[in-house]
């Protein structure tokens, strides 16, 4: 809930909207942990995703998220309950997909996932910012596979930005390497820990 100032996207403000209008805005989340409809079938959950979409587009829709996540297809009508972490997170990403969104908000899509899943999703994140009309907003505690696959980046402590620039900037950074990325040489001693607040010079 928003409790001071406005949130506005490409000049309309929606922070006094509804979630279905915002769905209609064309902003999209994808919530942390999936929350796929899991009493319901694969197919069913993308069609769930499209009840702002055009009825006449529906089929082309989710032709296309079949063609991203061919496992989708092989499982369309498996109950969404039964799958995989990381199936039900292609199939939370192929239903924001069936909104044709603008924008997709995307919450920590790694969360619970094994490392070979994490590279997985993140890959197919990579293809959707290169083939799909919509920007995509992840927020992710991976910088390693944030930074890869993103254009800009805001480093947040506390609920405060407290570093932004480019993903290539940001990857160079020598504070962002230590703290975030890594390669660090390590800090094992109290010493040390008092080190790396100093270190932290962007924090006030």
């Known amino acids: 809930r928003v409790t001071d100032g406005e949130i ?3 000049g309309d403000r929606i922070d006094n909207k509804d979630a279905a209008e915002i769905v209609k805005n064309g902003i999209f989340q994808i919530m942390e942990g999936r929350r796929v409809f899991k009493d ?4 069913e959950n993308l069609i769930a995703g499209a009840y702002t979409s055009p009825s006449a587009k529906v089929k082309d829709y989710i032709d296309k998220v079949y063609t991203y996540f061919p496992r989708l297809k092989e499982r369309r009508t498996q109950l969404a309950g039964y799958m995989s972490g990381g199936e039900q997170q292609m199939l939370a990403i192929g239903r924001a997909l069936m909104a044709e969104p603008k924008l997709i908000l995307m919450d920590e899509p790694s969360l619970g996932l094994s490392p070979l899943l994490v590279k997985e999703i993140f890959n197919i994140i990579k293809t959707l910012r290169e083939k799909e009309n919509a920007s995509i907003l992840l927020v992710e505690q991976n910088a390693n596979m944030a930074l890869a696959v993103s254009d800009y980046g805001y480093i947040m402590e506390n609920g405060k930005i407290v570093l932004e620039g480019t993903s290539e900037e940001l990857v160079k950074n020598e ?12 800090r094992k001693r109290f010493r040390d820990v008092k080190h790396y607040r100093r270190r932290k010079r962007w924090l006030s």
């Open 8 to 10: 506005v996207f490409m």
């Open 175 to 186: 504070d962002v390497k230590e703290f975030y990325l890594g390669s660090g040489t390590g």
């Open 40 to 43: 319901l079938n694969v197919e």
